[in-house]
Nanobody, 121 residues
Framework: QVQLVESGGGLVRPGESLRLSCEVS????????MAWVRQAPGKETEWISR????????SYADSVKGRFTISRENAKNTLFLQMTDLKPEDTAVYYC??????????????RGQGTRVTVSA
């Protein structure tokens, strides 16, 4: 059974940082590209970052480029998102997602409860 469990969210002030984690089970983690997406209140799901299966290539949405860093530790089946200089517009529920190959071709699959990030003064 595929499981993606996100953690690390919380309430922070603008300019602060958070590190999100996603623990994966149920498939061969090192064989899949992964992604982070988010959904802000009242808005559609937004893709924000992705990484190849080996971690050698990454990509970011313009809204987070230069502030967020995606990484993975294949030995621990875990995906990370380091978020710095957080802004109120980063407030959302964050989900990790997987692709069905080692590169980000095709659609990603979101499965999990997500972790809530709130940025407020």
């Amino acid at each position: 059974q595929v499981q993606l469990v996100e953690s690390g969210g919380g309430l922070v002030r603008p300019g602060e940082s958070l590190r999100l984690s996603c623990e994966v089970s149920g498939f061969r983690f090192q064989g899949r590209a992964m992604a982070w997406v988010r959904q802000a209140p009242g808005k559609e799901t937004e893709w924000i970052s992705r990484i190849t299966n080996g971690g050698t290539a990454t990509s970011y949405a313009d809204s987070v480029k230069g502030r967020f860093t995606i990484s993975r530790e294949n030995a621990k089946n875990t995906l990370f998102l380091q978020m710095t200089d957080l802004k109120p517009e980063d407030t959302a529920v964050y989900y990790c997602a997987y692709y069905n190959s080692g590169f980000w071709s095709g659609n990603f699959v979101v499965r999990g409860q997500g972790t809530r990030v709130t940025v407020s003064a």
